[in-house]
């Protein structure tokens, strides 16, 4: 089976021109098939303030009402998503943007409003590969956005950590699945002031045990949960770190294992 | 060679929710290969309004400096496009949404500044046809918005219209193209107040005689002048009217010959 690299950049990537850029520069010249999911990074909350469109939260998380699922979808789908394609092309990559509605790859069950209603989010409930690897197999990257949809016209906002493990789950079955976090840090951090402190590799028991000392906490247990779900669901490989990781094998990073 | 049929909707049609819904309804229907272009209707002024941004016009057009060039990327290729491919799926329309940027698809020049300087609007150069007609050989339908890029990291406004027809052309060499564009109207108008007063065929010689009269003028000129260009330029069919007229074959219809 080929290997597929699928690489999520997440909200400090994003927020930053250059790092955005000299990112993607890198990108273009990964070999292979490759499939880019991008988060939105800060550009939504703050269209959200000049449109004087309150941010409502729930126990930390945001509450996507109609309006912000329209922020989020013009934000994420639009402005991000087409601005990555066009700067990809400008480094001769030829990719085209995504959101799970497109080729009607990724399908999600809105949230349940019980106990919390969370609004227009979803959880994936399946993967279609089919139209991506026709792109795929043209040699052809895709760029996914944070965003899918119910099969019933409804777009639904979905965590973009998500859709990356998601599809590397999904495309298990085509190819040999390598799953790249990228992100601000080196990994899993033992000392999150040390970026030298580094988890090199992280199985589920050290990923049990430093939950219970609370060394792993807030934003990296969502994230770490998605790289168990992948890496015990045929996904050959599972990485958290820097974008440098994917250029220089040197690069400390965390393994999952 | 088969058929292609691209066809584009402005206006009206998007701005109205029950209007798009049924012609989107009709249109997953429609058999073979397809290719759909839409406009960006008010929606943008609206959203520039709610972020208090000037709309800047000169001789009666719109101005696209950087922040109008986001407003329409985040309405054209965010909510109106996703949107649109969400609910052709629900249709069992397998549909991928486009800008010119994805596939590198449609490449523009950014406008000369002399002697208007009209910002980030692009004229079309050229049209790669190749990443779209993987997709059309796999059944799939490209949903396109009015948005190009130069090839250098910049997306560029571009008139629907010549989208449409610079699509139509540039498939022209693997299909039999025929192009459609839907408005609110039965076609080109002997009376603007009296639907029934259409032309039916127009060729060029017809079209400069109403362009002297002055009976066709405003919007319709760069519409029809598109048209003829396409027709000119081996694009099989072209026709304007209502959305009506793809479905029923008695639905009157101005013919361009």
């Known amino acids: 089976m080929e290997t597929l690299k699928i690489i999520k950049i997440g909200g400090n990537v994003i927020d930053n021109v250059e790092a ?47 309006n912000t699922l329209d922020i989020i979808t013009m934000v994420y789908a639009g402005k991000i998503n087409k601005n990555i394609v066009a700067k990809l092309q400008s480094y001769q990559c030829n990719s085209v943007g995504f959101s799970g509605a497109d080729g009607n790859t990724i399908v999600s069950n809105k949230r349940p409003v019980d106990p919390i209603d969370f609004g227009y989010v979803g959880d994936v409930k399946l993967v279609n590969t089919e139209t991506v690897d026709i ?34 789950i ?27 402190s580094v988890v090199e590799n992280i199985d589920s028991e050290i990923y049990k045990a430093l939950k219970e000392d609370g060394v792993i906490a807030d934003g990296m247990l969502p994230k ?27 690069t400390k990073h965390t393994t999952i294992q």
């Not at 269209?47 to 509450?63: D, S, Y």
């Not at 197999?137 to 119910?150: E, L, Q, R, S, Y």
């Open 135 to 168: 792109l795929l197999k043209g040699n052809v990257t895709p760029v996914f956005c944070a965003i899918t949809h119910d099969e019933n016209g409804q777009l639904l906002n979905t965590n973009a950590d998500t859709i990356a493990s998601e599809l590397a």
């Open 20 to 66: 955005l850029e000299s990112f993607l520069k890198g990108f273009a010249t990964i070999q292979g098939s490759k499939i880019l999911v991008h988060g939105g990074g800060k550009l939504a909350t703050k269209l959200a303030n000049q449109m004087n469109l309150p941010v409502k939260m729930t126990n930390g998380r945001r509450i996507t009402d109609a």
């Open 170 to 196: 999904g495309f298990s079955k085509l190819y040999k699945t390598q799953l790249y976090y990228c992100f601000e840090k080196n990994g899993v951090l033992l000392d999150i002031e040390n970026d030298d």
């Open 224 to 250: 770490l949960d998605n790289c168990f779900h992948a890496i015990s669901h045929n996904v050959e490989k599972v990485c958290i770190g820097k974008p440098e990781m994917l250029f220089d094998e040197n």
